[in-house]
């Protein structure tokens, strides 16, 4: 059985013994909910990896209460990493820096390079103080499948396969973060989030992207399919490419109303951000893939949103989830 542990003194205080234990904790951060391990601990890491059935060539970001502690275990750290860390930590950055001797293999998946990030959500936050270690954390779902942005989200994929799961509510981002390795100093982006390209040339100037750091895929930021719903899923860019309504269909409309010919119709409609706030679509997204994948329906139609800023990594998780097996 998963524990479930309110995000209180007494709560904390049993997420940090499990963790201490090599135990498995799931636990909200403001982008998705984490599924943390010590990360000085390969054989409580190696328990991540199975909980979630996720491939050991996929790394694990390790999460710390501090700059000054994330960068203690990077071997070197450019001057464009440190920008950006001043900008954005706390926050729902990942930095890839070359690793320290101390961070084991199974956490980077071999590669030479350790993914870091200081998160910003106050139940993190006490978690990493109180338990004074490293904490690996991935999503907390079953590889490949839907991110969970609620504790009851995680209890869908995990229950019973994990120790505990701090509840602190639903998550603000709803996305994963932005992950940005170096190369020669310069920024690359191998993986949109949270924080946008635009964001982070604002600072640095020129930032590559997708690039081939290494010579293998790094999943999920470079898999094709990831982020799955079961149900079959359609991307349209324009309201004027979406077939007729069906009762059979569940449509998602990421930004702006839904279409008047589509109110009728469907067996379900949702507008995430009626607004047009990407920051709102966003934070419901991964909810409303799931809502909808619970509907019933057959097929989900979703229309996408412009290609710029937030709306870079919101289409690049549906087009993830799109790809079929
Ligand atoms: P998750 O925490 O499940 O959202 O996924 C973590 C992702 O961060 C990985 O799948 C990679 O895309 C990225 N990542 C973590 N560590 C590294 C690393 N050392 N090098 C490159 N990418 C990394
Ligand atoms: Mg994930």
């Not at 990360?39 to 999460?63: M, T």
């Not at 609620?150 to 932005?178: K, M, N, P, Q």
């Not at 309201?239 to 010919?261: F, H, N, R």
């Amino acid at each position: 059985m998963t524990r479930q542990l309110a995000p209180d003194p007494k709560g904390l205080d049993a997420a940090a013994t499990i963790l201490r234990s090599g135990g498995l904790v799931a636990m909200p951060t403001e982008t998705v909910y984490g599924l943390a391990a010590n990360a000085l601990n390969p054989v409580a890491v190696a328990r991540i990896f199975e909980a979630k059935r996720r491939p050991s060539f996929d790394p694990l970001i390790v999460h710390l209460p501090s700059a000054e502690q994330a960068f203690a275990l990077a071997t070197s750290v450019p001057d464009a990493a440190r920008r950006l860390a001043a900008a954005f930590w706390p926050g729902p950055l990942t930095l890839v820096l070359p690793r320290a001797a101390i961070i084991p293999d199974i956490v980077a998946a071999e590669l030479p390079t350790v993914g870091l990030r200081v998160p910003a959500h106050p139940v993190a936050r006490q978690l990493l103080e109180r338990v004074g270690l490293p904490l690996a954390a991935p999503s907390a779902n079953l590889f490949g499948f839907v991110s969970p942005t609620s504790a009851a989200h995680v209890l869908d994929g995990l229950d019973g396969r994990i120790d505990a799961v701090l509840d602190g509510g639903t998550c603000a981002h709803g996305l994963e973060s932005t992950v940005v390795a170096f190369e020669e100093g310069r920024p690359i982006i191998l993986r949109h989030g949270a924080i946008t390209r635009e964001q982070i040339a604002a600072l640095c100037g020129a930032v590559g992207e997708g690039a081939r750091v290494l010579e293998r895929p790094l999943a999920p930021g470079q898999l094709a399919r990831h982020y799955a719903t079961r149900t079959p899923l359609r991307l349209f860019d324009r309201a004027d490419q979406l077939p007729e309504p069906a009762a059979t269909a569940a449509l998602i409309v990421i930004a702006g109303s839904i279409p008047d010919a589509h109110r009728k119709g469907n067996l379900s409609t949702r507008a995430l951000a009626p607004s047009g706030s990407l920051t709102e679509a966003a934070a419901s997204l991964f909810a409303a893939l799931r809502e909808a994948d619970a509907s019933g329906a057959s097929e989900l139609r979703i229309l996408t949103c412009d290609d710029s800023g937030l709306g870079r990594a919101i289409n690049d998780r549906l087009r993830r989830a799109a790809v079929r097996a």
